[in-house]
């Protein structure tokens, strides 16, 4: 069983480009989350999807940030227009229905030029 | 707001020493509480799960506890090894199922 997969793991962009990070579950997992770890920060929760819906994004920047978990393929963390700030890892966790436990992916380093 | 607080930020220890980190939070809402070891570069790697007040859990070298009454959590490591150089992360589910995670304890076992 393979474990959650993220891609790209770098990712650089100019200030105003689009970013796109991708994450797919492990088999199984039907619950995905989002975590961004900031500069010098400790990992800080985004978003909670299942399948077709977002449960819980109390943790998402009110603007330029989207997330999805569209029945069929991965999850995507969409960031229009990047900006410096937005430089950080970004940890995306899996877990089955009805369980606390997450497992995690290797992370996306998003660098923003 | 749930706070989770880990001690020390740093731990540099022998091989062979056995150490022991804390984990705090405040007892109420409290749902369950995870322990996870990360290496740089890699995934946080689940270490344990645990949900009831005294609950013990051991994996090889590496054990906890848990406390919810007074709101701590403990991990040990007996006889680290230089391969335990990680940061271990407490984390906490209130109410919800997204996970509140302190700041890390680094540990570096010397050779």
Sequence with gaps: NAGVMQNPRHLVRRRGQEARLRCSPMKGHSHVYWYRQLPEEGLKFMVYLQKENIIDESGMPKERFSAEFPKEGPSILRIQQVVRGDSAAYFCASSPPSTYEQYFGPGTRLTVT | ILNVEQSPQSL????GD????????????????????????????????????????????????LNTKEGYSYLYIKGSQPEDSATYLCALNDSSYKLIFGSGTRLLVRP
């Design chain 2, 12 to 15: 540099h220890v022998q091989e």
């Design chain 2, 18 to 65: 056995s150490t022991n980190f804390t984990c705090s939070f405040p007892s109420s809402n409290f749902y369950a509480l995870h322990w996870y070891r990360w290496e740089t570069a890699k995934s946080p790697e689940a270490l344990f799960v645990m949900t009831l007040n005294g609950d013990e859990k051991k994996k090889g070298r590496i054990s906890a506890t």
